[in-house]
Antibody
Framework: EVQLVESGGGLVQPGGSLRLSCVAS????????MSWVRQAPGKGLEWVAK????????YFVDSVKGRFTISRDNAENSLYLQMNSLRGEDTAVYYC?????????WGQGTLVTVSS | DIVMTQSPDSLAVSLGERATINCKSS????????????LGWYQQKPGQPPKLLIY???TRESGVPDRFSGSGSGTDFTLTISSLQAEDVAVYYC?????????FGQGTKLEIK
């Protein structure tokens, strides 16, 4: 059974940093693109970033370029999202998703709140 | 960036009736090398992560009831629920994965009339 478990969310002040983690199980993590999708409270879905299986290619939505970094540790079956210079508009539930195209497996999400 | 625009924003349909949601992309999402449209549909219920319904614009994900179908090509797509059930009340999103950023539509809220 595929499982994606996010952690690392919480309350952070504007300008602060957080690192989200996602531990994957139930599939060959090292063979799959992985992505992050976020959802602000009461709003729609926003694609954030994706990373190639070997980590050699990474893509970001413009609003997070230069502030967020996506990485992975295939030995630990883990995906990460390093978020710096956080803004109020980054407040959202962040989902770890399996795949780089369509997403048939999603984590339950971790809430990031950026507020003073 | 490709902009995905769904219509309508909300929709109320009677049980057993057909529900139709439209999605328009600002540029074609048809990948010429395999002649497939890079378009998916998701269903999201309150408090849950989204669930994949359709990929390649018309391929139903395993386990999805056959009352859900996807159609369209290029820039215009449709999700159809042939006979609305109570459990279909949700927000539906289209999603293009043709080129990053892989944008979503704004969502369509489906309710029972």
């Amino acid at each position: 059974e595929v499982q994606l478990v996010e952690s690392g969310g919480g309350l952070v002040q504007p300008g602060g940093s957080l690192r989200l983690s996602c531990v994957a199980s139930g599939f060959m993590f090292r063979n799959y693109w992985m992505s992050w999708v976020r959802q602000a409270p009461g709003k729609g879905l926003e694609w954030v970033a994706k990373i190639k299986p070997d980590g050699s290619e990474k893509y970001f939505v413009d609003s997070v370029k230069g502030r967020f970094t996506i990485s992975r540790d295939n030995a630990e079956n883990s995906l990460y999202l390093q978020m710096n210079s956080l803004r109020g508009e980054d407040t959202a539930v962040y989902y770890c998703v399996m795949g780089g195209s369509w997403y048939n497996y999603w984590g339950q999400g971790t809430l990031v709140t950026v507020s003073s | 960036d490709i902009v995905m625009t769904q219509s309508p924003d909300s929709l109320a349909v009677s049980l057993g009736e057909r529900a139709t949601i439209n999605c328009k992309s600002s540029q074609s999402v048809l990948y010429s090398s395999n002649n497939k449209n890079n378009l998916g549909w998701y269903q999201q219920k309150p408090g849950q992560p989204p669930k994949l319904l359709i990929y390649w614009a018309s391929t139903r994900e395993s386990g999805v009831p056959d009352r859900f179908s996807g159609s369209g090509s290029g820039t215009d797509f449709t999700l159809t629920i042939s006979s609305l059930q109570a459990e279909d009340v949700a927000v539906y999103y289209c999603h293009q994965y043709y080129t990053p950023p892989h944008t979503f539509g704004q969502g369509t809220k489906l309710e029972i009339k």
